[in-house]
């Protein structure tokens, strides 16, 4: 795919390309939502990739 291109996401939201099939990325998409965000889309399943954000006081070696 490439950049400026429309794709519509496993979960069913449409994204815009930033960084496609000409980048270095080899595994996932740079896309860009509806909303504004800037995400990271598995290639294969265009799936999104967790955001800072979801994982946020998750990591055990933050925990005490």
Same mark, same amino acid.
């Given at each position: 795919?490439?950049?400026?291109? $429309? %794709?519509?996401? /496993?979960?069913?939201?449409?994204?815009? =390309? $930033?960084?496609?099939?000409? !980048?270095?990325?080899?595994?996932?998409? %740079? $896309?860009? @939502?509806?909303?504004?965000? =800037? &995400? $990271?889309?598995? &290639?294969?399943? @265009?799936?999104?990739?967790? !955001?800072?954000?979801?994982?946020?006081?998750?990591? /055990? *070696? *933050?925990?005490?």
């Amino acid at each position: 795919m490439k950049k400026d291109e $429309v %794709i519509k996401l /496993s979960d069913g939201q449409k994204a815009t =390309i $930033v960084k496609g099939d000409e !980048s270095d990325y080899k595994n996932c998409y %740079i $896309v860009q @939502l509806e909303d504004g965000q =800037i &995400r $990271v889309v598995d &290639r294969k399943t @265009l799936t999104l990739a967790k !955001s800072a954000g979801d994982t946020k006081g998750k990591h /055990s *070696y *933050y925990h005490k």
